[in-house]
Nanobody, 130 residues
Framework: QAQLVESGGGLVQAGGSLRLSCAAS????????MGWFRQAPAKEREFVAA????????YYADSVKGRFTISRDNAKNTVYLQMSSLKPEDTAVYYC???????????????????????WGQGTQVTVSS
């Protein structure tokens, strides 16, 4: 049974930083592309960042590029999202996701789409005050 557990969310002032973690209990963590998505109130879930199997390649949404950094530690089965220069518009529930079924394929723009992910965490709230 796959399980993803996010942590590290909270309340922070604009300009501040937070680091989210996602501990994964999935089949062979290193064979999963990992992604972060977010959903603000009354909005659709949107892509934030994705990282390839070894961590050598990443994608970011334009809205977070240069401010957020995704990384992974395959020895610890954990993926991270370092968020800096936070803005009120970053307020959302942040979800970790894992894509196992795509192992062996090419790491490409498909991973911006939530439909390619097989497993999801329960989410962690990030609130940025102005």
């Amino acid at each position: 049974q796959a399980q993803l557990v996010e942590s590290g969310g909270g309340l922070v002032q604009a300009g501040g930083s937070l680091r989210l973690s996602c501990a994964a209990s999935v089949r062979t963590f290193s064979r999963n592309v990992m992604g972060w998505f977010r959903q603000a109130p009354a909005k659709e879930r949107e892509f934030v960042a994705a990282i390839s199997w070894t961590g050598s390649n990443t994608y970011y949404a334009d809205s977070v590029k240069g401010r957020f950094t995704i990384s992974r530690d395959n020895a610890k089965n954990t993926v991270y999202l370092q968020m800096s220069s936070l803005k009120p518009e970053d307020t959302a529930v942040y979800y970790c996701a894992a894509s196992f079924s795509t192992y062996g394929s090419t790491f490409d723009n498909r991973f911006r789409n939530d439909g390619v992910y097989d497993y999801w965490g329960q989410g962690t709230q990030v609130t940025v005050s102005s």
